[in-house]
């Protein structure tokens, strides 16, 4: 049987996660939402990791949203009481989509999107929580929910407020209009498009590049900028000289600072 989650450490510390599921664009299941959870929250204990790229297989979807084809079993139920008692969906939001975006917010290695094609729905909150987005010429990102008469959920108004301002992520959420990469280009919520035959070429080459950089103070940047928003300025300041105590004790951050004495190029090992 085909995995629909696949896992790969190349020695050069780039780890790739692919959703693998093109026949059914990739929509995740539970069961492969979960895989992804657990696979970032490994990342940062395992040294062999230094970045993450997050990719999808075939070259028209990234992923399309939630796999919603699965049916609830309630034959256990007392007679009488509703398949979906009050709370129920609060409780699968919380448990599932908010996890998973927080897996990728919290990931203690850099994140990088590889969309190929259409993400949708908690698609586009899977990139959109990446640290940097790489998206393929032709494809598009699609706030679905309002289509459906849903309202947004799986992080989408927190991140879409925190990267384009409010009246953007109303504009998006609302009309859940198509939104091509070039547009979202414009808009900052993807950083670079590329010919769709240079999508994994380019991500290679940024993997590598932050592979090659200083872990932990990467990992430290990360929390801090993800903090910035949440934060008034005190706490800001205080997490960044945490950031700086936590990084000059590391073994890259005393290379960086031996190197740049001795004017050469550091070589950093990831700790």
């Known amino acids: ?25 990739n929509s995740l299941t539970p069961a492969m939402r979960e895989r992804v959870i657990e696979r970032l929250e490994q990342v940062g204990a395992d040294q062999r990791v230094r970045v993450v790229v997050l990719g999808a297989a075939g070259e028209r979807h990234f992923c399309t949203g939630a796999d919603l084809s699965g049916s609830n079993d309630d034959s256990d139920l007392p007679a009488g009481a509703p398949a979906q008692p009050a709370g129920s969906v609060a409780r699968a939001i919380a448990r599932g989509a908010q996890r998973l975006i927080a897996a990728v917010l919290d990931c203690e290695k850099p ?23 790489l998206a393929a010429e032709g494809g598009k990102f699609v706030e679905v929910f309002a289509r459906r008469g849903l309202v947004v959920d799986g ?39 590329v010919p769709r035959g240079e999508l994994e070429a380019e991500a290679d080459n940024w993997a590598k590049r932050l592979a090659e950089g200083p872990t932990v103070a990467l990992a430290l940047g990360k929390r801090l900028v993800n903090q910035a928003l949440d934060g ?40």
């Open 111 to 133: 994140v990088i999107a590889a969309v190929n094609g259409t993400a949708a729905g908690i698609g586009c909150h899977l990139a959109y929580a990446c640290d940097l987005v």
């Open 232 to 271: 008034d300025r005190g706490a800001a300041f205080a997490h960044e000289a945490m950031a700086a105590e936590i990084n000059m004790r590391s073994a890259d951050g005393q290379e960086g600072l031996r190197a740049f004495m001795e004017r050469r190029a550091p070589v950093f090992h990831g700790w």
């Open 155 to 193: 992080a989408g108004a927190y991140l879409l407020t925190r990267l384009i301002g409010p009246q953007r992520a109303k504009e998006l959420i609302f009309f859940a209009d198509d939104l091509p990469v070039a547009d979202a280009h414009r808009l900052g919520l993807v950083n670079k498009v």
């Open 1 to 25: 049987m085909t995995e629909d989650v696949l896992w790969d450490v190349g020695i050069d510390g780039v780890a790739r996660l692919t959703l693998n599921r093109p026949e059914a664009g």
